[in-house]
């Protein structure tokens, strides 16, 4: 069993005191597309199928998590239900996210030649850049 000092709890109470920053992106698979125009097309299907791997096995954990928590009205810690429902939301949000991601990272490789510039879809591909500055 673990247990907080009453230094530790000083510091977290500090700690807490103090605005968090935003997330950081730390993804190995963004990197790996961010640099696909040096890989092949196949490599570029398979760092986006690790990606909706990923976010299968993420799924089906806070499936598992969620099914504790309703089955046991509130899991293990049922009077912090209502903090850990901020993260668990959190959490599946970006999974989400990311499922629609991948959905819309499909259809765009799908229409790709290759990995080199693709003129075709030069108008499409700038239209994601667009949408963000109106």
Not at 56 to 64: H, I, L, V, Y
Not at 110 to 124: I, K, N, P
Request: hydrophobic share 40%.
């Amino acid at each position: 069993m673990y247990s907080i000092t009453p230094a530790g709890r000083r510091a977290l109470r500090s700690w807490l005191g103090q605005p968090g920053a935003g997330p950081a992106l730390e993804f190995e698979g963004g990197l790996k597309l961010f640099f696909a125009d040096r890989g092949t097309k196949g490599d570029t299907w398979a760092t986006i199928e690790a990606i909706e791997r990923w976010a299968r096995e993420m799924r089906a954990t806070g499936m598992a998590l969620a099914r504790e928590y309703e089955m046991t009205d509130g899991g293990p810690f049922p009077e912090r239900v209502h903090i850990n429902s901020l993260i668990n939301e959190l959490l599946w949000r970006h999974i989400e996210t990311i499922d629609g991601w991948v959905a819309w990272a499909r259809e765009q490789v799908d229409d790709w030649d290759g990995t080199s510039a693709q003129r075709h879809r030069h108008e499409l591909d700038m239209a994601s850049f667009r949408r963000h500055v109106r």
